[in-house]
């Protein structure tokens, strides 16, 4: 029994592993496009982090309003720190750089397993940032909404 309780700690060990750090670059340009997020869609697990990188300069990362799960932490960082949080709470989180924020500077992290009922966009994100959320979620959250 022993033994196999041991077994079952090694083969598992990968798992149990300290949570991930994931890294996210703030570009002026890459091939989607102007001010991105690079990626600019993450599914995460409760409890890893996410470095977010101004490789370029003139950017920073922020939660948008009404739109992280309920009872979630805010952010801001700011303009080209380079800045490193953790997400525990599993939900949607749409973040953005608010210098860029109206030419659709965002990304999309999906921690854990939240149901797509709860990926619920807010009305007033400005027209390109809805429109380059609009592409994340037809590219990465395949459904019929
Ligand atoms: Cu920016």
Not at 90 to 99: D, K
């Amino acid at each position: 029994m022993r033994t196999l309780l041991l077994l079952a700690c090694v083969l598992f060990m990968p798992y149990l592993a300290a949570d991930t750090l994931h890294e996210v670059k703030m570009l002026n340009m890459n091939a989607t496009g102007p001010m991105p997020f690079e990626p600019d869609f993450l599914a995460i697990n409760p409890g890893d982090s996410i470095r977010f990188i101004p490789e370029h300069r003139g950017h920073n990362v922020g939660t948008i309003k009404n739109f992280i799960p309920e009872g979630a932490a805010t952010f801001m960082s700011k303009i080209d720190e380079d800045f490193t949080t953790q997400f525990t709470l599993e939900g949607w989180y749409g973040l953005r750089c608010p210098p860029h924020y109206t030419m659709g500077m965002v990304m999309l992290v999906k921690v854990g397993n939240p149901s797509i009922d709860q990926l619920v966009l807010p009305d007033d994100l400005p027209a390109a940032a809805l429109e380059r959320f609009n592409t994340i979620i037809d590219q990465h959250v395949a459904v019929t909404r």
